[in-house]
Each structure stands twice: as structure tokens, then as C-alpha cells.
């Protein structure tokens, strides 16, 4: 089985500076996705990023990329120039490519707070 | 294009009543999946659908707990009786290949 740890249950960040969200996770699987996904307040959780295990390039979409360590089982977010409406609840989330089943396994979340 | 709904957002019954969560996917998407998340703890799989049928539902507490997908459309997972234990968010997710897209989540509280 899968389990995913999110450490921190919460952050703050000053408005413009760059924030890093830290995931660990637990597989004896090779191949798998990664993912950050976003729950703002009162509102739906949408993908922030996607990461395929079996690249080694860091995946980046815009202000945020990821840290993919395989071999450490690390996976961390950074957020740069923090902006207002990153204020939102992160998750990290892992999904095995073994089989048919493409459930997700989630972490606790870590609750972002981006300060004015 | 519509994203996925759930109804309602938010339910408060009491311990021994029943209710019925509604789920609907985004249009085409065969993939159905459901999760639960108790406060403060992680958001849990219950079960997924690929369009009507029951793929994987060890995720599924206990027996209190049924979900359907008739006709491979919206979803359905109603609670009886409901106890305090099952109290929590409910979210919904559909996709057609490896991203999956939620809906807003129904708040339950059994009281």
C-alpha cells in the first residue's frame, strides 16, 4: 500500500517572496504520478501540477515546479512570487500506473496562508 | 463546460437517518470516483466506478454505505443509517484519463 506525508499542516508566506511545500510518500511501485492539487477556500480542489515518475525533469507549470526526488521518495512544491489567491489548501496525491485502478492517494494537506 | 456538481453542499442529519449524496460527472467521463475526508485527516477513497460498474470499492466502510451508477451518468451514495463517525466531506471526481477533476465536496454532519 501507498501512503503519502505531508508533515507541515500549515504555512505562511509574505506576498511576492517563494514558499516550498514538502511531500514524502511510499511506494515499492516504479511507475507512478505525482500530484499537487489546490482546494481554495469554499471552492472546488483543482490539479496544480503533474509529475510522471519516470521523468527525470522537474515539472513546471508557470510560478510553481516541483522538486522530484525518486530515489529519496520526495516530492516537494515551490510556489514563486506568491500571490493572494494561492491561499488555498495544498495537497499532494500519488496514483499507481499498476493496474486498472487509478485511485489517488492523498496526503493530510498543509493549509497555505500568502499574507498582503 | 460544466464541471462536476455534487448535491447538495451541505447536509446535517441526525445519527440514524438516512441521505443520499448526488454526484455528477463531467459529460463523457467514464471514470467516477468517490472520497471521504474526516476532519483533520487525509481525504480517503471509497470506491470508483468505470461508467456503471463498480471497479474497486474497497475504499467502502462498511455495509451502511451504497453507491450507484445507473446508466454510467451521475452517482449516488447514500449513507443508512448514518452514524457520528460518518461525518465528514464528501468528495466527488471524474476523469477520462489521469487527471482527475473534483466537485465541490458535500459537507455531511451527523448530529
Known amino acids: 500500500a501507498q501512503t503519502v506525508t505531508q508533515s507541515q499542516p500549515e504555512m505562511s508566506v509574505q506576498e511576492a517572496e517563494t514558499v516550498t511545500l514538502s511531500c514524502t510518500y511510499d511506494?515499492?511501485?516504479?511507475?507512478?504520478?505525482l500530484f499537487w492539487y489546490k482546494q481554495p477556500p469554499s471552492r472546488q480542489m483543482i490539479l496544480v501540477i503533474r509529475?510522471?515518475?519516470?521523468?527525470?525533469q522537474n515539472a513546471t507549470e508557470n510560478r510553481f515546479s516541483v522538486n522530484f526526488q525518486k530515489a529519496a521518495k520526495s516530492f516537494s512544491l515551490k510556489i514563486s512570487d506568491s500571490q493572494l489567491g494561492d491561499t488555498a489548501m495544498y495537497f499532494c496525491a500519488f496514483m499507481s500506473l499498476s493496474g486498472a485502478n487509478s485511485k489517488l492517494t492523498f496526503g493530510k494537506g498543509i493549509t497555505l496562508s500568502v499574507r498582503p | 463546460e460544466a464541471g462536476v456538481t455534487q448535491f447538495p453542499s451541505h447536509s446535517v442529519i441526525e445519527k440514524g437517518q438516512t441521505v443520499t449524496l448526488r454526484c455528477d460527472p463531467i459529460?463523457?467521463?467514464?471514470?467516477l470516483y468517490w472520497y471521504r475526508r474526516v476532519m483533520g485527516k487525509e481525504i480517503k477513497f471509497l470506491l470508483h466506478?468505470?461508467?456503471?460498474?463498480?471497479?474497486?470499492e474497497s475504499g467502502m466502510p462498511n455495509n451502511r454505505f451504497l453507491a450507484e451508477r445507473t446508466g454510467g451518468t451521475y452517482s449516488t451514495l447514500k449513507v443508512q443509517p448514518a452514524e457520528l463517525e460518518d461525518s465528514g466531506v464528501y468528495f466527488c471526481?471524474?476523469?477520462?484519463?489521469?487527471?482527475?477533476?473534483f466537485g465541490q465536496g458535500t459537507r455531511l454532519t451527523v448530529v
Open positions: 509529475q510522471e515518475a519516470y521523468k527525470q
Open positions: 471526481a471524474s476523469s477520462q484519463s489521469d487527471e482527475a477533476f
Open positions: 459529460s463523457g467521463h467514464d471514470n
Open positions: 466506478f468505470v461508467k456503471e460498474s463498480k471497479q474497486d
Open positions: 511506494t515499492s511501485e516504479n511507475n507512478y504520478y
